[in-house]
């Protein structure tokens, strides 16, 4: 078996620098029986690239309390790195992550100004049972905040915690507590995409394309500040990592709501503005495709949008403009679609 990894690696390498992807090659070590797959009547197992240089990598992780993890917690809190390594890297960031989807997310100057505003002003209903991810240590007065209204989650994945904290956390025994330093300045590598299907896998490189300022082209007679263009870039993060079709709405750095895993555009939108629990308005969006009728921006400006980030490219993007325009809303293009199934 380690013969047989070591060949794997230098035959990938190989490929690497001929271009030659005519086979692929996959090598898995270090396996894990989880408590069962995505249902309980399915088998789930974790395993580990060997050749896996990623600072975010689970393996990577220790466990310091909690019941074994799943196959489902792995999934939400692989997503949840992605997130916070899009908002956090600089500033105290808190993301809730609910079936791989961030259903909460801010940064703010303070961690627990973080966590408050990412459970409450986003989706609460969504945030019970799921699992958060945050970029600062975990204090005790932070822990008592967190399990206070008692709040439920599954994971709690932070760069450390303090013993406080940890005998704050003890009264949860079933709660899960992940850790690793590598989270205070969590950033996106590179990595390859499988997915399997009948008869085969599809391959691709992990989406880790980050859209800054540069990128954005003003389609509007109404141009977006550059707080709002603050504001528009977390809500692209946002939708980049939610399950297409997807429809973000945010204001001040804050998730208030979002409409994913729809098979049109208007119902995220419709979606979206439903779950809300604060007034969108003077809010920002974010959708991961371009909007190919005006419907979409319709039902987001009705509810008081006042800028929207979408990738463009459609035959009726002058119609999506002459509706912005119509309402004096500014309107940016990326160029960059973030399809995610």
Known sequence: AHVADYDIQIANYFQDQTGNRDRHFIAMNKGVTLRYGENPHQKGYFYQDPANNDPLSLGGFSTLQGKQMSFNNLLDVSAGLETIALIGKNEPACVIIKHTNPCGAAVSKKLEEAFQKAWYDGDPLAAFGGVIVVNRTITSEFAEAMLADRKFFEVLVAPA??????????????????????????????????????????????????????????????????????????????????????????????????????????????????????????????????????????????????AIAQPGGSIRDQEVIDACNEQNVAMVFTGVRNFRH
């Open 161 to 306: 915690f303090d013993e406080e904290a940890l005998s704050v956390f003890s009264q949860k025994p079933k709660l899960q507590l992940w850790q690793n330093k590598v989270l205070e300045k969590p950033f996106l590598k590179a990595y390859e995409d499988i997915k399997k299907i009948r008869g085969g896998y599809l391959v691709q490189d992990g989406d880790i394309f980050e859209i800054t300022e540069k990128h954005f082209k003003v389609v509007t007679k109404q141009k977006p500040t550059k707080e709002q263009v603050r504001d528009l870039l977390f809500a692209w993060n946002i939708a980049q990592v939610s399950k297409s079709n997807s429809v973000t709405v945010v204001k001040d750095r804050v998730l208030l709501s979002s409409g994913v895993g729809q098979q049109d555009r208007k119902r995220c939108a419709e979606l979206c503005v439903s779950k809300a629990v604060k007034p969108l308005t003077g809010a920002f969006a974010a959708t991961d495709g371009f909007f190919p009728f005006r419907d979409g921006p319709d039902v987001l400006m009705k509810a008081g949008i006042v």
